[in-house]
C-alpha cells in the first residue's frame, strides 16, 4: 500500500484511465441546436381505418399517401375529401403542408379517415402556432357542418358467436 491508502494497480489504473478521458475530452464536439419545425401530428379514424396526418408550415400541398387528393380513388368521393376544403377555402391551407398515410378499413372509411385527419391537423395547427380565436373560428364551422369531421365514431363491428352466421341471427331452427 502506497501513502495515499490506494493499491499500487489500482492507482496504475487510475492514471491510465485519466489519460483517456483527457484524450477522448479534447475531441467533444457540440452539435448546433436543431431549429424547431412548426408540425402537429393528428389521426382521424373510422372503422378499421387509419389516417395519420403530418401539418408543417408550407405552401398548401396536400398529399394523401404521397398522391394529390384529386387522384385518391373512389372518385364518387372526392367530394367529401374536399369538404374541409370547400368549408374553410383555400387561403386557410394556403400557408401549411399536409401529409396524409393512411391504411386499413376500405375504400369509404379510408376516405372518411382522411377527411377527418385534414380536419383535425389544421385545427391542431391554428391552436399550437397561430392564434385561439381563429381556430376555434374554424372549429365551429367545421362542427356545424359535420360533426364526424373532427370527432371519431366510435362504431365498431360486433364480432361473430357460435351457433349463428353472424353476430345476432342464429341458425333455423325445425324441430
Known amino acids: 500500500m502506497s501513502a495515499t491508502g490506494e493499491i499500487p494497480e489500482k492507482k496504475e489504473k487510475k492514471e491510465k484511465k485519466d489519460k483517456k478521458d483527457k484524450k477522448s475530452g479534447d475531441k467533444k464536439t457540440t452539435k448546433a441546436p436543431k431549429e424547431q419545425q412548426q408540425a402537429v401530428q393528428v389521426y382521424g379514424r373510422k372503422k378499421t381505418a387509419t389516417a395519420v396526418a403530418h401539418c408543417k408550415r408550407g405552401n398548401g ?26 368549408l374553410l377555402g383555400k387561403e386557410r391551407f394556403s ?10 378499413g376500405g375504400h369509404v372509411s379510408q376516405v372518411y379517415a382522411i377527411r377527418q385527419a385534414i380536419s383535425k391537423s389544421l385545427v391542431a395547427y391554428y391552436q399550437k402556432f397561430v392564434d385561439e380565436a381563429s381556430k376555434k373560428e374554424i372549429k365551429n364551422i367545421l362542427i356545424n357542418y359535420d360533426r364526424s369531421l373532427l370527432v371519431a365514431d366510435p362504431r365498431r363491428t360486433e364480432p361473430k358467436k357460435f351457433g349463428g352466421p353472424g353476430a345476432r341471427a342464429r341458425y333455423q331452427k325445425s324441430y
Open 61 to 86: 400541398l396536400i398529399k394523401v399517401n404521397g398522391r394529390a387528393l384529386d387522384q385518391i380513388e373512389p372518385k364518387t368521393l372526392q367530394f367529401k375529401l374536399m369538404e374541409p376544403i370547400l
Open 95 to 104: 400557408s401549411v403542408t399536409i401529409r396524409v398515410r393512411v391504411k386499413g
